[in-house]
């Protein structure tokens, strides 16, 4: 954004130009352009100055921005939402440690501001049950290249991947003899972006049912080299959509199907990435390994653990109180 671009948008804000020391606006659009981040962060960054910050603080001086003063701001913003406020508050002072580094501030103003507390995800997964009785509907109700629906759900049901993960699959990143997938990169707003959401590749260990929704997922590819009508009648992606795309694009794709499938089972409704949560607690209630989960999931440990400790605790409640019963009175629980 430009100086006049600013003033044009914002003509109720004191714009103090100075050579000596950068104002607000100036700092933050350099900053904002100098990041080597992903196109989506880039955007979040800017929509959220041209919101909150540059209408209210965009034409001070840098430095002459106080913790007083920035409270002030906030108190007078109307936020949607305490989330919003405080995503918004952490950018700020992104913005700010960098200004500290190069010596333009004293310090970080943001650093005074209480933030709100962090809301807690809800995790709602299915549970095995119902992720069963929804694979077995996508099987009988999507058929020939529409089949492509059920493998890709039995396998986010059966190795808790992002959908984003799983959309930007690619069969060279399969190893069917050693039962991997490479996940390394992910479908951010239509486009294949070659990372993953943590920055981090991985490898992921196929069970039986993961590998099952493989196979039918071949036998899709093999029926969509066959029609020759097709824009994309070969994809290198494990996952195409049933239209002609090579790769799944967003997620409204196969959340429509979802839909469609809780609604015939009169299934609670949840988002699909709820199949990545089932997974995890159906690993952690058969009492698998947190570390070996984690490393599935693209989590650490500390995230699975306080993510899913309910499962985890649920898992060994009656383990661990019959050892106390057998400390007391030599005899175990009898369930």
Not at 10 to 16: D, K
Not at 105 to 121: F, G, H, M, Q, Y
Not at 273 to 293: D, E, K, Q, S, V
Request: hydrophobic content about 40%; some cysteine; aromatic content about 10%.
């Amino acid at each position: 954004m430009t100086e006049e671009k600013y003033l044009e948008l914002f003509p109720a804000t004191s714009y103090a130009s100075s050579t000596a020391t950068q104002n607000f606006f100036e700092y933050a659009n350099r900053w904002v352009l100098s990041r080597e981040v992903v196109d989506g962060t880039r955007r979040n960054y800017v929509s959220c100055m041209n919101c909150y910050w540059l209408p209210n603080i965009g034409g001070m001086p840098i430095n002459q921005i106080t913790p007083t003063l920035l409270k002030e701001v906030i108190a007078r913003i109307d936020w949607p939402s305490a989330p919003t406020r405080r995503t918004a508050i952490q950018r700020l002072s992104t913005i700010f440690e960098s200004a500290l580094v190069e010596e333009l501030v004293t310090r970080n103003p943001c650093k005074s501001v209480e933030l709100p507390r962090r809301a807690k995800p809800k995790i709602d997964p299915f549970t095995q049950a119902e992720a069963e009785q929804i694979i077995e509907w996508f099987y009988a109700n999507r058929k020939g290249s529409m089949a492509v629906y059920p493998a890709y759900f039995e396998f986010a049901f059966f190795t808790g991947m992002r959908p984003g993960e799983i959309a930007a699959l690619r069969w060279d990143e399969i190893d069917e003899e050693n039962r991997t997938a490479h996940v390394c990169r992910i479908v951010v707003d239509y486009k294949i972006q070659e990372r993953t959401k943590t920055k981090e590749d991985r490898v992921v260990k196929l069970n039986s049912r993961a590998m099952h929704a493989l196979e039918t997922a071949k036998k899709v590819r093999d029926l969509r080299a066959k029609q020759t009508t097709r824009q994309h009648p070969v994809s290198p992606y494990v996952f195409p959509p049933s239209r002609n795309f090579e790769y799944i694009q967003q997620a409204s794709v196969t959340d429509a199907h979802f839909r469609k499938a809780l609604t015939a089972l009169n299934i609670r409704p949840r988002r699909q990435y709820n199949c990545r949560h089932t997974y995890a607690t159906i690993c952690l209630m058969a009492g698998m390994m947190p570390a070996f989960i984690a490393n599935q999931l693209g989590n650490t440990v500390q995230v699975l653990l306080s993510t899913y400790a309910r499962w985890l605790n649920s898992s060994n409640d009656w383990a661990e109180l019959n050892k106390i019963e057998k400390a007391l009175n030599g005899t175990e629980l009898v369930r």
